[in-house]
């Protein structure tokens, strides 16, 4: 299935995964009425965990990639909460967004702008979100970037 | 009172204790319509805080226990949100949980899971709920873990 | 316009300063139903930044005037969200209380009631909110906090 917003992925070079499991005793999604929240998922791409920390060893640029990646599993996760038919997605309603940082990095907006720049490209107005960006001490597995999610379907 | 789930927690060995009172201008938790918010509970056991950082101090494991003790003081707010009727409880939507953390420590999933499991343990399909988990570099009086929950109720 | 709401902030010497536009590809608010979720808005007054670290540079009273610069951003996001008219704010549901902490520090919530009791006292009852406060590493342009809110409007 190819509705509208995958065909605009495609455009931008993006085939969703597979919906990334949790490794726990815990979904990947919880529906309730309208809204889907979907459980922080974090920078872990196709080829393997993008991990890091800003202000260390990861330049605010490699932070968005990450942030996007993100972004991308979310997708995926709403996807699958669509019974596969992404065209359900109303609209991207809030993110937030924790970027692995060291004490002295401020820049967590340019950072999470991966995810939400990435968020209007894929889906246009549909995309726009209320959203969060902070800066924490540790994520899992090391990860960059870890966001979170809540969006309206239909 | 004592229903279906408070009977699985018994068979647990856990009575809820009284819903822990805010210690400030708010309240411990807010609803609307059929979601109840919950105020982020901390790892506060009757006996007393658990404190401590994961990376320097507690062991994983350790800090699974707190993870628990988080989550059993969210089911004594949604019990007092009910009107003292566990029942009540639909499902456990969504967790955040928040793991005083080292920067080195990326063990945070494994952390949260000891309130993951202690849900589904309890509440059984109703316990699975869409969840975060991060490591802050602080959480209030030193205790070792954070959670909030949304949750809902009929 | 100024309706009730606004005239107890007046009371308070308080006057809602324009909604502060997000600085990225997001908006300040998303509005779902009867609830509106606002941004994440950090201590920024009119007359600058409020930066700084709890437990190195900034005292708790600094942090909980931080706070209500928060608190006073977020309003003024409800009151674009509701057409201008803050009257039609129901209540405030829930509060995350990001606190740019040293990993030392524990009297988070001390900072965020500076949020919380100003909610109070501009709103009466319908201020009164669920609430988490936890301790980050870092937030966005060096400020002290960073508070992101859910509120229900008619």
Redesign the interface.
């Known amino acids: 299935m190819s509705g509208r917003f995958e065909a605009q992925l495609a455009e931008l070079g993006v085939t969703l995964p597979d919906a990334p499991a949790?490794?726990?005793?815990?979904?990947?999604?919880?529906v309730?009425g309208d809204?889907v929240?979907?459980?922080?998922q974090v920078s872990k791409a196709p080829e393997g965990l993008v991990t890091g920390?800003l202000?260390a060893d990861m330049t605010v640029e490699a932070g968005a990639a990450a942030a996007r990646v993100c972004a991308i599993n979310l997708l995926s996760q709403v996807k699958a909460a669509c019974g596969g038919d992404l065209d359900r997605l109303m609209?991207v309603?809030?993110?937030?967004g924790?970027?692995n940082?060291?004490?002295?990095?401020?820049?967590?907006?340019?950072v999470?702008?991966g995810a939400?720049?990435f968020?209007?490209a894929a889906l246009g107005d549909a995309g726009?979100?209320?959203?969060?960006?902070?800066?924490?001490?540790?994520?899992?597995?090391?990860v960059a970037v870890?966001i979170?999610g809540?969006f309206?379907i239909k």
């Open positions: 949790p490794v726990a005793n815990y979904v990947p999604f919880a309730v809204l929240h979907v459980s922080g920390r202000g609209r309603v809030k993110l937030v924790f970027v940082s060291t004490p002295d990095f401020t820049d967590q907006p340019k999470i702008n939400s720049d968020m209007v726009r979100h209320a959203r969060s960006a902070v800066g924490v001490s540790a994520l899992p597995f090391g870890e979170e809540i309206q």
